[in-house]
């Protein structure tokens, strides 16, 4: 009995150690091509975009729903979606892609924290704060 244990505890660490790893996401330009939604936003790990306290949003509520593309041509527009801000905050202008971890916004350095092909986790850094966005793939 114990021979058919200890046999089946090897077979069993076996096989586990054999299972397939899963593909890493490879973060790209063209993997990063797409609309996204903001989700969330923070400066220096106090809550900027939808906090209880209004005093501490920088977002206006008709803001909250604005979405962000991200073209091939790396060009972008920020488009006022839902519910609509008076005057618009519709914007345009340009990104490149660095490498995995960095991109250029309007020639200004982003750090891309994560990104799995649907999640956008960046941050930038200003006048000693680091803001890091989230953003939805749409």
Request: glycine share 6%.
């Amino acid at each position: 009995m114990k021979k058919l244990l200890l046999t089946l505890t090897v077979a069993t660490l076996i096989l586990a150690g054999c299972e397939k790893d899963k593909p890493s996401f490879v973060t790209s330009k063209e993997s990063l091509v797409g609309t996204y939604r903001l989700t969330a936003v923070t400066v220096n790990n106090v809550n900027v975009f939808n906090n209880a306290n209004d005093d501490l949003n920088l977002f206006e509520p008709c803001d909250r729903d604005n979405q962000m593309k991200l073209n091939a041509d790396e060009s972008y527009q920020l488009m006022d979606a839902g519910v609509a801000c008076n005057p618009s905050s519709s914007d345009s202008g340009t990104w490149n892609f660095v490498n995995a971890t960095s991109l250029k916004v309007d020639g200004d350095p982003v750090t891309i924290n994560s990104f799995d092909g649907k999640t956008l986790v960046i941050s930038e850094s200003f006048s000693g704060a680091t803001m890091i966005t989230t953003m939805q793939k749409q």
